[in-house]
């Protein structure tokens, strides 16, 4: 009897750690910024660079760290991005079944769940100036004229 109701429970329950959902589910606007900004990896990518190119009078001010723009947040940003782009670019934004969200939690790259959880609140603290300096490429081309 147990032996039966053992094969109805997907084994991707016994190899998603929680913390990885419950990460999600913790910095989940942060996780909605990336997603709905920047659509594909040349336009993080640009927005990046464009970022780094900032002067002191176009940078917010939390993000402006020794005469420069912060290099190490700006780094952190595409390394979340980076471990959790099965989460940010899935392909539903509605996850209407288990099934979809064992399909990316699957797929992040989180080894250490507490050095994550540091970058990740950091980041967020960050959102706002985060979201005014990296612009999406229009807006940071737009910006330019």
Not at 50 to 58: F, N, Q
Not at 69 to 82: H, I, K, P, Y
């Amino acid at each position: 009897k147990n032996i039966h109701a053992a094969r109805l429970v997907d084994p991707r329950f016994t190899r998603v750690p929680a913390d990885h959902l419950l990460l999600v589910q913790e910095f989940e606007p942060l996780l909605r910024w990336l997603r709905g900004t920047f659509f594909t990896d040349s336009d993080f990518k640009a927005s990046i660079e464009m970022a780094l190119g900032k002067s002191e009078t176009e940078c917010p001010f939390e993000l402006w760290v020794d005469g420069r723009v912060d290099e190490q947040s700006l780094s952190q940003l595409a390394a979340a991005r980076r471990r959790l782009y099965a989460y940010i670019h899935r392909d539903d934004d509605l996850m209407m079944s288990v099934d979809k969200v064992l399909d990316f939690a699957e797929k992040l790259d989180i080894e250490d769940v507490a050095q994550m959880r540091e970058m990740l609140t950091h980041l967020s603290g960050l959102l706002q100036p985060l979201s005014e300096l990296v612009d999406p490429i229009g807006d940071a081309t737009t910006g330019q004229l």
